[in-house]
């Protein structure tokens, strides 16, 4: 993609920062682009800071994230594959998983209902615009609209926080997420039993200790941008439930911090990203860290992806487990619940 000035980057003073931030009617960024527009408003420009890290580094000469064949774990290759989900979990924060058992009928129908649900005509989508600061049910809109005085996304969200609230449209929507999120949830509760025993904790400690498990589902469409070197399609943040599972289409875009680089996750066909989140770095100490990540976009190619987080109960208490705690290493974070800990999240991406 296009970056800096040294590298070719689009001059600030090109963009209309004149431009009015009035929002679209449908709250959307298809809605902004179906004018035909050639310029980015100014409410998407990020920092001067933020754009100075999309100059690339080499991507090919980066280590990429790890791919692990989940199948391992169920052969005689389960020692090494137990060790290789734990040091992605350390070193990396996130990694993919091919393999997983979900059948890829529900992976296909799941991409096919978000794309087909952000290609309704807007009329139809509005019924489900809210303002994302509202704090249940689900909706659509702008990523981070909530954010009204800052940048914003170059994202479209529709947002579920309960997966009790449905679109009546497209008429296949509803059972398409579930599937993924039945399945998928499956996915990250076997990958915690993983983390537990390599942590040499009770096999199912991580699954007990954050109780009867809530999931958020975040379906994500990022349309081409005219000016994709001056905005972000999702801002820089950490998840702050246990595990996401996310399931992108083949376009490139999401982005992983790792030290001081970004590195750019190829899409894998049929694997999923698994994201460590905060809740797992609070419960493991600082064991297992919860990964930076953004989307970046492009000029000639939207983006869709489907990300499900698994959460403690929101009244579950989380703290460090005592028995990762001794005299070299005690607790680096205090205990609360997920309720308390989701209250203080700042960064402006909701889950």
Request: proline share 7%.
């Amino acid at each position: 993609m296009a970056t800096r000035d040294k590298c070719n980057r689009t001059p600030l003073g090109t963009v209309a920062k004149a431009e009015q931030d009035s929002p679209a009617e449908d709250l959307s960024v298809t809605g902004l682009l179906r004018d035909g527009m050639e310029s980015v408003p100014a409410r998407f420009i990020r920092t001067e800071s933020e754009l100075a890290s999309f100059c690339p580094h080499n991507s090919m000469a980066l280590e990429p994230i790890p791919m692990i064949d989940i199948e391992g774990l169920h052969d005689y290759r389960c020692q090494f594959t137990m060790a290789a989900i734990s040091s992605a979990c350390r070193h990396w924060g996130c990694f993919q998983v091919v393999n997983h058992d979900i059948p890829q009928p529900v992976l296909d129908a799941a991409l096919k209902a978000a794309r087909d649900f952000f290609e309704m005509p807007s009329k139809e989508k509005q019924s489900y615009e809210k303002e994302t600061s509202e704090s249940n049910g689900s909706d659509n809109g702008i990523q981070s609209l909530e954010s009204k005085d800052k940048v914003v996304d170059w994202g479209d969200v529709m947002f579920h926080e309960d997966l009790k609230n449905w679109p009546a449209n497209p008429p296949d929507y509803k059972n398409a997420m579930l599937s993924y999120a039945r399945e998928s949830q499956k996915v990250m509760e076997k990958l915690l039993d993983v983390v537990s025993k390599e942590l040499r904790l009770v096999p199912t400690y991580f699954r007990d200790l954050f109780g009867d498990f809530e999931q958020s589902l975040r379906v994500n469409h990022y349309p081409p941008c005219p000016q994709p070197e001056l905005v972000l399609g999702l801002r820089p943040h950490t998840d702050p439930v246990v595990f996401t599972a996310l399931l992108e289409d083949q376009t490139r875009g999401l982005q992983v911090r790792n030290g001081d680089k970004w590195v750019t996750v190829d899409p894998e066909p049929d694997a999923l990203v698994i994201f460590v989140g905060e809740q797992l770095q609070v419960a493991s100490n600082g064991r297992y860290t919860a990964v930076t990540h953004r989307a970046v976009v492009n000029k000639t190619t939207d983006r869709i992806s489907i990300a499900m987080g698994l959460a403690p109960n929101s009244k579950v208490l989380v703290r460090p487990a005592p028995e990762l705690l001794e005299k070299s290493s005690p607790p680096r974070y205090e205990a609360r619940t997920y309720g308390e800990f989701r209250a203080t999240v700042s960064h402006g991406v909701r889950w």
